[in-house]
């Protein structure tokens, strides 16, 4: 069966009331490809807002984080439930900033999958590599550590999304040659078939997240291995109607 193109974006710490209903209703009024799974992750503050704003039908809100606990005495962070509790399907978890700015390390990250999925929460899972390894050669390693955490703990991965997120391209300008994304999105599900099987492996979807925008994402079209995007800031703007369609 082959796999449903799917499109997150990360707002990140991004965004107004007013900014987010101006992007959601861009999202409700255009014409949106009925293949690509849609899902918009603004901050938390604004996950219900933004939730109770969406008409488009394949369009989904998720969040940027979760913590590994119901609830109690966890000051400023969200739970699973409350998530869900709001409208969100999603959550993104293992982003490179969160591994970088808030030391959450590979255990932290798959500590976090688990308890979302058991929960009911699907999981855009972020994986990737620094400047500093990409140049030492080692980002399979670096990939397949960040997976292997995450396999320990999760047997289910129907509800995961892997994103990809070569670090060195988030921000800075460079992106990744499709070539070189469809590389290594076939080495993760050959991990992943290795790991996993054949059939999780071919109905995982890998998701490229290193600066995608409206005129890169079609040159990525043909590229067997690479199943949507995780866009960050270009989700704010007109063109990720144009990623979100760039598979049509």
């Known amino acids: 069966m082959a796999r449903?193109?799917?499109v997150g974006g990360n707002f990140k710490l991004n965004g107004s009331k007013a900014s987010i209903k101006e992007i959601v209703e861009r999202l409700n009024?255009?014409?949106?490809?009925?293949n690509t799974e849609v899902a918009i992750c603004p901050p938390a503050i604004y996950l219900d807002y933004a939730a109770s704003l969406v008409t488009a039908p394949t369009v989904s809100v998720g969040a940027q984080n979760s913590y590994t606990k119901a609830s109690g005495a966890f000051t400023g962070?969200?739970?699973?439930?409350?998530?869900?509790?709001?409208?969100?399907?999603?959550?993104?978890l293992g982003h490179?900033?969160?591994?970088?700015?808030?030391?959450?390390?590979?255990k932290i990250v798959a500590d976090k999958t688990k308890f979302a999925l058991d929960s009911g929460l699907g999981v855009i899972l972020c994986i990737g590599e620094t400047l500093e390894?990409?140049?030492a050669?080692?980002?399979?390693?670096?990939v397949k550590r960040q997976l292997d955490a995450v396999i320990a703990e999760v047997k289910d991965w129907t509800n995961v999304v892997i994103a990809y997120e070569p670090?060195?391209?988030i921000g800075t300008g460079l992106a990744a040659t499709p070539e070189d994304a469809q590389e290594i999105h076939a080495s993760i599900r050959e991990y992943l078939v290795a790991k996993l099987g054949a059939s999780v492996a071919a109905a995982t979807r890998i998701l490229y997240g290193g600066s995608a925008n409206g005129s890169n994402a079609v040159t990525f079209k043909d590229k067997a291995d690479v199943d949507g995007f995780l866009v960050g800031g270009a989700s704010l703007k007109p063109e990720f109607v144009d990623i979100i369609n760039s598979r049509d």
């Not at 009024?29 to 009925?34: F, Y």
């Not at 962070?77 to 993104?92: C, F, L, T, Y």
């Not at 490179?96 to 590979?106: A, K, L, P, V, W």
């Open 4 to 6: 449903q193109f799917f």
């Open 29 to 34: 009024n255009a014409q949106l490809s009925k």
């Open 77 to 92: 962070e969200n739970s699973v439930e409350m998530i869900k509790d709001v409208g969100a399907k999603w959550v993104i």
């Open 96 to 106: 490179s900033e969160r591994r970088t700015y808030f030391h959450e390390d590979d």
């Open 133 to 135: 390894e990409k140049k």
């Open 137 to 142: 050669g080692i980002t399979l390693d670096v």
């Open 167 to 169: 670090v060195w391209a």
